[in-house]
């Protein structure tokens, strides 16, 4: 996704928009294609008038999120190939399933159902504790579209990063690696190669990308490159709060708004 889907939505923003730059904001997996394709397509850079990086994955060794335990099922390449196998390629929407059993997310998690903790409290143990940020009215409506078919091979590629602390590329295994990038282990993605003005926005509860991680990664970007290193001014602030919390305007938006102005002038 870093290397063909960002590199063509930019460039067909660009062509429609008859700009030379665009502004990157990005979302946890959003932030992580940031990072792949700016480091690894040097051209990308000069497309991008600043990156707003919100919940920043890249290092994520101090991941200690449900997922984690699962890693090692679909982290080594040849488990990779079963799962891929089995689940043809992708982790199926909920739009499938809801055109299979014609029920949604939201239909199960209605407003009773929220409003009694059912779904509000599994979604406090994926990612973190803020009721008082949890949008009850709206959170149907967001879970009734969200999220999208997810390929295997990113979770596996997440999955063989969380269990070696580092970034980078898909292993494949000795034999492959050399084939694919002549040594027998993945080259690391080079964040020194990224140059657009970039800004990290993290939560301190946020367990996908916690606050440790988040500042490797910031350790690991370019000298100057880095324009702003923010914690969100909520000590409960977790990894969906960026795109659901009440609040979020207030603590995050408004702010990315601001620095965007700079750029205008």
């Not at 480091?39 to 994520?60: R, T």
């Not at 739009?95 to 406090?124: P, Y």
Request: glycine share 6%; aromatic share 12%; with cysteine.
């Amino acid at each position: 996704m870093g290397i063909y889907d960002v590199p063509a939505v930019t460039d067909k923003i660009l062509s429609e928009t008859k700009t030379k730059k665009i502004f990157y904001v990005g979302h946890s997996m959003g932030t992580t294609q940031y990072f792949i394709s700016l480091s690894e397509l040097p051209e990308m850079n000069d497309k991008i008038a600043a990156g707003f990086m919100l919940a920043p994955i890249a290092y994520m060794g101090h991941m200690n999120n449900a997922i984690r335990p699962g890693s090692p099922l679909v982290a080594p390449y040849p488990l990779y190939k079963a799962v891929n196998l089995a689940l043809m390629g992708k982790i199926q929407s909920p739009d499938q399933f809801r055109q299979q059993l014609k029920l949604s997310g939201g239909d199960i998690c209605d407003l009773t159902a929220t409003k009694c903790g059912v779904c509000d409290n599994l979604i406090f143990l994926l990612f973190g504790y803020n009721a008082n940020q949890m949008n009850n009215t709206e959170l149907p409506n967001i879970l009734a579209k969200y999220p999208n078919n997810i390929a295997v091979k990113w979770l596996s590629h997440y999955a063989q990063n969380i269990l070696s602390c580092e970034f980078k590329k898909y292993d494949y295994g000795p034999a492959l690696n050399m084939k694919i990038y002549g040594s027998t282990k993945p080259p690391e993605y080079n964040l020194q190669k990224i140059t657009a003005p970039t800004y990290f926005f993290y939560g301190e509860q946020d367990n996908l990308g916690p606050p440790n991680d988040v500042q490797i990664t910031a350790k690991k970007m370019k000298s100057g490159t880095l324009k702003g290193n923010y914690k969100v001014a909520n000590k409960y602030f977790n990894h969906v709060d960026f795109v659901v919390a009440k609040d979020a305007d207030k603590l995050i938006y408004n702010r990315i708004l601001r620095e965007m102005k700079r750029y205008k002038k």
